[in-house]
């Protein structure tokens, strides 16, 4: 039910654009209640924010392919043929969410853009760990700029293919992107190109990007769940009572030593309604990452 309602949402959202989208629209894209909707999602943002996720932790996914060590590069090149061509058919499967990328390019939610940055992040160390295993040990220290230049050709090369209309198929893409893969690889082997950028340093660096505001991001969801109450069903005690916790985390968030074990404590009374207990775990979660 819960990715009925993902892909006709991103269907909407290719088609009209997220703004443009209501969540009574996706609910009657997807064949399901409003009820339902709000059941396994908050918000139209929400469901913004697992379109993303589902998306990238696919990318992200496909690039768990085992790499066998081979001496030779011939060998190597094979295997990392293969995890190509399961990268590549992420966008090519999905090829709406490029679409939604491509027209809507001012959504400019705080959470989306963390999560991105984070699994982006993830996504990069692993190609990082995958050029490594292609190149060998005597070219690990151009492994970056190789994922950069792999990176900018897969993105490139899947709007081309899939937002320009261009007849370009999966299998040809792998060869070509190869090709030029060993070509870049030569050179460096050559001592003709020298890289730009130190991989060992790469992780730390982007680490730095990915602190994320964590009053923001609960204030953000606290938003959600005012809205989800507003659109369920609760008795009238049930709606004083979460409406008086959400009251009272608002003034703990606002406070500079607000205490998030209180916060916390709070969500847990919420969180004992079916209807909100998703909202919440998430926000329990975000506690409890920046806790620990």
């Not at 001012?106 to 982006?120: F, M």
């Not at 060998?136 to 993105?155: H, Q, R, T």
Request: net charge negative; hydrophobic share 40%.
């Amino acid at each position: 039910m819960k990715e009925r309602i993902l892909k006709a949402a991103l269907t909407l959202f290719a088609q009209k654009g997220y703004h443009a989208t209501s969540v009574q629209e996706i609910a009657n894209c997807a064949e399901v209640s409003r009820s339902t909707l709000y059941a396994y999602f908050t918000s139209k943002r929400n469901i913004l924010i697992s379109v993303y996720q589902f998306y990238l932790d696919s990318l992200y996914d496909h690039l768990q392919m085992e790499l066998k060590e081979h001496e030779q590069f011939a060998e190597r090149l094979k295997i990392f043929k293969k995890v190509l061509r399961s990268y590549l058919s992420v966008p090519f499967e999905h090829e709406e969410f490029l679409i939604m990328q491509m027209n809507e390019q001012n959504i400019n939610d705080p959470e989306v853009a963390n999560y991105v940055i984070e699994k982006r992040n993830q996504i990069y160390k692993r190609l990082v760990e995958i050029m490594q295993f292609l190149g060998g040990k005597d070219l690990n220290f151009c492994s970056l700029d190789i994922v950069i230049i792999l990176n900018s050709l897969v993105e490139e090369y899947s709007v081309v293919a899939i937002y320009d209309r261009k007849n370009i198929k999966v299998d040809d893409l792998v060869e070509y992107i190869s090709q030029i893969i060993t070509c870049v690889y030569e050179g460096f082997t050559k001592n003709q190109i020298e890289p730009l950028l130190d991989p060992n340093t790469f992780p730390e660096d982007y680490e730095k990007e990915n602190n994320i505001d964590i009053r923001s991001s609960l204030n953000n969801k606290i938003e959600d769940l005012e809205l989800l109450i507003k659109n369920i069903r609760l008795s009238r005690e049930e709606y004083l009572e979460v409406s008086a916790s959400i009251k009272l985390i608002r003034k703990e968030l606002i406070k500079p030593q607000g205490d998030l074990i209180i916060v916390q404590g709070l969500l847990r009374n919420i969180g004992q309604i079916k209807d909100l207990r998703y909202i919440v775990n998430t926000c329990i979660s975000t506690i409890q990452q920046n806790i620990n």
